[in-house]
Each structure stands twice: as C-alpha cells, then as structure tokens.
C-alpha cells in the first residue's frame, strides 16, 4: 500500500480521451494537476484511503448491513458495467456449454484447498437479497441477488490464521486489454453476512453481462470491488506480488483499495 | 492581541475605532476552509463528471434524469452541448456537454477542464482529492461549530437579538440599497446567514455526502431515511454545493463592497474599523 502510485484516468471512459500524455505536458496544466503528478502529494493523497478506512471501521460493526429493498425497487435491467462479455477462448468454451465444466478454485492460505462446481455452490444454504449497486461514478441500481455466502464457502477451505485477503482472480481481460480483472477484500468483508459468491440474478441464472457464472457481492463497497466472471479465489497475506501490486486492476490505475466510500 | 477600542492614534479616533473582531481561531479556520471548499467544489465537479446526471429516490432511472448535463448533434449536424432538466433542454456548448480541453480540442465532458480538479477527465484523483480536502475541512467544521457554541458570547455573534428579528425586512431594505453600518456586532441579516451557512448549509454537504458511502449506509442506515435514498442525497449534495457557490459570491460581493480592506484587515489581523458613532459589541446587547 504504501508506494501506491496513482496513475492512470478515468477508468470507465468507453472512448480513452486520446492524447492525454500530450496533455499533461502541455502549459495548459493548472497549478494543482501538476500537484496531482507529484509523487509526495499522490502519497500524502493516499493516505486519505486507510483513514477513511480506519474511521468507517470504527463506526460500522463487523456485521452491520447494508439495506436491502423491496422486490418493488428492483430495477427494470440491471446495469452492466466493466466487461458485458469476456472473449477470450477459455470463457468462451465454458460460456458455450453452460459452465458445467467451470469450477471454482479456492487455494493459497488454506487447509483445504478444492473446486467447486456451480452445482456445489447452490447446494449450500443461499442467500437472496435485494440490494443497490453503487457505482464509482456516480450511478446506482438496485437488483435481487441469488449466492452461496462467501464465509460458509471460505469455512469449508479453512483459512488459515495467516490469511487476510481474499483474492477474486477472473476470467475477463477488460477493455481486451492485457491482464485479467482482479480485486481483493479483507476477512472482514469477505466474512460479512451479506458477502456472496452469487449466482443468480433477480430469480433468474446470473447473465454473461453481469458475471456469469460467478460474481462476488460486497454490499458495503462500490461496484468495482465486485469481480465478475469469478474463476479462483486466493487467500493471501498480501496482494503485493499479485499484478500491479495494489490489491485489484482500479487500484492498480490508481483507485484507492478502500471502496466503501 | 491587544483590545484596540481604546486606540489613543488620533486619526484613528478621528476615522473611527479600531475593535478586535475575528479571534484567531476564527481567522485561521476562514482561510483554511476558503482553500478546502475550493478543493472539494472542484474536485466534486471532476466526481460529478464521471457521471453526468442526478436523479431522485434510491437509485438512477438512467430514462429519466431529473438533470443531465450530455452533448448531441444539433439540428445542423454540429455537436452541441445540452443541459436537460425538467422537459427542457439548454443550448449550453462550450461549458457544459461540450467544452475545451487543455489543447482547444472540443470534448465532451460535463463541468468544463477549467472548473474541474483536476482539469483532464481523471475520476480517481478526483476522488483523493475530495476526500483529503474533506478530512481537513470536516474536523475543522466540528471543532468552530463546538467553539461558536461553547461561550455566550460567540453564540450572540450568529443568533440575533429581539430586535434585529424584527428589524429584519428593514435590515434586507437597507442591505438592497447597498447602504453599510459598521457596527461591532453583525446585523440581524447577517447572523442569519451565517447560521444558516455553519449550522446548515456546511453540515448538510457532510452528511448528504456521508450518504453517497456505502459503508456509513450500512453504519448508518437513518442517513438514507433522512436525505430519502442514495441518489436523492447525490442531488441534494449538488444542489447545496451551488447554494454554498451562491453564499460566496454574494459573500464576497458585499465583502468587495462594503470596506474590502476593512474587512480584509478584520479577517487576517483581526482588527475592524467601526463607524465613530457605532456601539461596541457591549452596548448593542440589549438593543
């Protein structure tokens, strides 16, 4: 966490402004967008992260839960952000025979490390709950989600006393690009009750545009800590050796790893 | 910090008294927060930017937003930049929709790169921004609210006596012929402001903002009852920033016109010259 580098724009801009770099050389730069390219400011700005994350620690219990609504409120679709359509040849094989071969991979600092089949998840108690997905940007959406709970799931792989992240490895390269989507949460979330590897959508099977056949819900944390298309979990001390290093593919352009704000 | 009331330089009696108005604390939290409310507005407007558009209740009907702010094709085949709002639609190319980037190029964007921290579209930064300027100012509004509450004194200093109540619309009609009293005690119009401001305007941004975060959702879930849904509170945190952007430039306004180097002075020295006539802050209790 600490030399967090804050990097790149806007995430989910469909079109990249071109030309950026150009911009950021130009004279046109205000006083405080060169401060916003000054390694001291970006780590005094990211400091901000684990304060808000130690103050809504502190006002929020473990287990206190994030509203749920009624079937009333569920939106007409749900909006589908990030990857709608993952197309690399894996994905693409599992998505054409209805992922009966999909597993799911849970290992790292485990006892137990095992797969799962989607047949394994929905035989464990599940939990169904109408909740609103907030966006980073701005936009909200409320839908009915249908999963396993993450905690009875991690309970069957026993953690060991070491882990402390979960890890969400998927199957999208996002925007075709070169890696593949990735974020983590703490045992905290990941042990909340509302916390599901959910499977299914307003009482339907979870569409390809939201995640199929596996998608994570963290109802206290923004959209993108949501990963969809879910092929492993890795349970881990530190996501320091893990892609850029920063605990997910935002954080790694410079997103703050706290998404509850 | 001396009482300058009794001030023996004669042109200075003469001109009037020089009275000690603004406490340090006063002073320094004044700047501070002029340099945070700049910060969050900007850096708020760069949020805003990512996307476009308010709506009411829970969540975003993205059919209908109550505002959005998007750039068309014109009947001429030109873009254009719109704000929808209400059944209407504004022609407003060239600073919302539609505007300027850093090199002339027009881009679609909803606030303008000038208006936006930073200018070029960058959400997360944006986001630091926001919340490190908020740390600052949000503590500091906690400690001056504690403060003017604590002492009778400085609670006297916002809340108007009996008679500035009722002198009130004579107070607005003296204001509107912008005719100025330089008195030691701020006039009823005055006080109301800045409660209205401290006591509302200020604490309402915090909390309307507390309840755009999905974990104080969960912490405190009353937020979402009072400011009626997530995307209610994203709207109402909008539309006070604009209330807050309309306090500073009426603020600074009267500000420029009534005095600006007197009330400069008063503001980074403390010291505020009043009318020779003028009742000190002690006389005018009872009035």
Same mark, same amino acid.
């Given at each position: ?29 205000? %006083? ?22 130690? *103050? ?41 025979? %209805? ?61 060991? *006393? ?37 499977? %299914? ?61 | ?94 600073? +919302? ?91 009823? +119009? ?98």
């Amino acid at each position: 966490m600490r030399d967090r580098k804050l990097i790149v724009p806007d995430p989910k801009r469909r079109r990249l402004i071109t030309g950026l770099g150009a911009l950021g050389a130009s004279a046109a730069l205000t %006083g405080c967008d060169s401060l916003s390219r000054n390694d001291q400011v970006k780590d005094l700005l990211g400091a901000t992260d684990r304060l808000t994350r130690a *103050a809504q620690r502190l006002v929020s219990s473990r287990a206190s839960l994030a509203r749920e609504f009624s079937e009333s409120d569920i939106a007409d679709t749900m909006r589908a952000n990030g990857s709608t359509n993952p197309s690399n040849d894996d994905y693409k094989r599992h998505a054409a025979n %209805g992922f009966a071969d999909w597993r799911l991979r849970i290992d790292g600092l485990v006892r137990q490390p095992a797969d799962f089949s989607i047949d394994d998840l929905k035989a464990m108690p599940s939990r169904t709950q109408i909740t609103r997905h907030d966006c980073v940007e701005g936009w909200s959406c409320i839908a009915k989600w249908t999963g396993a709970v993450l905690g009875d799931v991690l309970d069957q792989v026993r953690p060991t *006393a070491e882990a402390r992240y979960v890890v969400f490895h998927c199957a999208d390269n996002i925007y075709g690009g070169p890696v593949k989507y990735y974020e983590s949460i703490d045992m905290v979330e990941a042990y909340h009750p509302q916390t599901l590897l959910a499977y %299914g959508l307003n009482d339907d099977r979870l569409p390809i545009a939201n995640g199929a056949p596996l998608r994570l819900r963290a109802e206290r944390q923004l959209g993108y800590k949501m990963a969809k298309y879910v092929m492993r979990l890795e349970l881990v001390d530190s996501f320091a050796a893990i892609q850029g290093g920063n605990g997910g593919y935002w954080e790694d352009r410079g997103y703050e790893w706290w998404a509850g704000i | 910090m001396d009482n300058a009331n009794n001030n023996p330089h004669s042109t200075a009696r003469r001109r009037g008294r020089l009275i000690k108005r603004h406490g340090l604390f006063t002073r320094v939290w004044h700047w501070i927060n002029l340099v945070c409310l700049v910060v969050l507005l900007m850096s708020g407007l760069q949020i805003f930017n990512a996307h476009p558009a308010l709506y009411w209740g829970n969540d975003s009907n993205f059919d209908d937003p109550a505002l959005q702010i998007t750039a068309m094709r014109g009947d001429d085949g030109e873009p254009m930049g719109v704000v929808r709002i209400a059944g209407y639609r504004i022609n407003t190319t060239g600073v +919302l929709g539609l505007s300027r980037d850093g090199n002339g190029e027009l881009d679609q964007r909803g606030f303008p790169a000038w208006a936006t921290l930073p200018g070029p579209q960058w959400l997360a930064m944006g986001r630091y921004w926001h919340f490190a300027a908020a740390w600052i100012f949000v503590p500091m509004l906690l400690a001056y609210l504690i403060y003017t509450l604590a002492s009778r004194a400085r609670r006297r200093l916002v809340w108007p006596t009996a008679a500035q109540w009722r002198g009130l619309p004579a107070t607005i009609a003296h204001h509107a012929r912008l005719k100025f009293d330089h008195k030691a005690d701020y006039n009823g +119009l005055q006080k109301l402001t800045y409660l209205l401001v401290l006591f509302g305007l200020l604490p309402l941004m915090v909390l309307t903002g507390l309840t755009m975060s999905p974990t104080m959702n969960a912490a405190w879930p009353w937020l979402l009852d009072v400011f009626g849904g997530r995307q209610s509170a994203r709207t109402l945190h909008f539309i006070f920033s604009f209330a807050l952007v309309a306090f500073f430039v009426i603020h600074l306004g009267l500000v420029l016109i009534s005095g600006v180097l007197n009330n400069l002075r008063s503001m980074i020295t403390g010291r505020y010259r009043i009318s020779s006539d003028a009742p000190t802050a002690k006389d005018n209790r009872h009035a």
